[in-house]
């Protein structure tokens, strides 16, 4: 499959089992869970065809590892990033020291504020990797990074999970938690 057919099903994929599922007919599972016939019956009915080669490749190749088959791989899910109400079922883990939250360089200033809050998904979405953080702050624009003091969140009695496909997740990250640092230098910034 060629590069832009693999993202247009990755698009596709994730706007229905992350976002809109009954646009298409679908209705998640506990767990985020969609049985992968139903899924692709679903596509061919919104005129959306993809085969389960394709599907198998989309879930392979994904760089992010947005989505997940179950063990028996006849279930589909999407590993985080939902904005309508589902229980992925993940248990709290603990999380390792510093964790990273890349961002446009524009939200700054509130986010030093406010801190990061989950807005319309269920998590705020953290890296283990400055390299991660970095990638997602340049879908932004201008990249910028911040260190999480996740392990004295965590004594502080906050909930961490981890994604199926690596991505830490929280509820909120309070400001005092937040340290911004320079996306090219990496050494924290005097705000």
Avoid at 94 to 102: A, F, N, Q, R, S
Avoid at 158 to 168: K, P
């Amino acid at each position: 499959m060629n590069d832009s057919r693999l993202v247009k099903i990755s698009k596709y994929l994730s706007k229905h089992l992350r976002h809109s599922p009954e646009r298409i007919g679908l209705e998640l599972a506990e767990g985020g869970w969609v049985e992968v016939e139903e899924l692709l019956s679903a596509c061919r009915k919104h005129e959306f065809k993809i085969s389960l080669e394709e599907l198998n490749e989309v879930v392979s190749k994904n760089d992010k590892k947005r989505f997940s088959f179950d063990a028996t791989r006849t279930r589909i899910r999407a590993n985080q990033g939902h904005s309508v109400e589902v229980d992925l079922q993940l248990e709290p883990v603990d999380p390792p020291d510093v964790l990273y939250h890349g961002t446009g360089e524009r939200s700054v200033k509130l986010i030093l504020t406010t801190g990061l809050e989950k807005m319309s998904r269920h998590h705020v979405h953290l890296s283990k990797d400055i390299a991660t953080a970095k990638a997602v702050g340049m879908r932004h624009g201008r990249p910028a990074i911040f260190t999480v003091d996740a392990r004295a969140m965590s004594e502080a009695d906050y909930l961490f999970y981890c994604s199926d496909n690596g991505v830490w997740l929280v509820d909120r990250v309070p400001p005092e938690y937040l340290q911004l640092i320079d996306s090219w230098t990496l050494k924290p910034m005097k705000i």
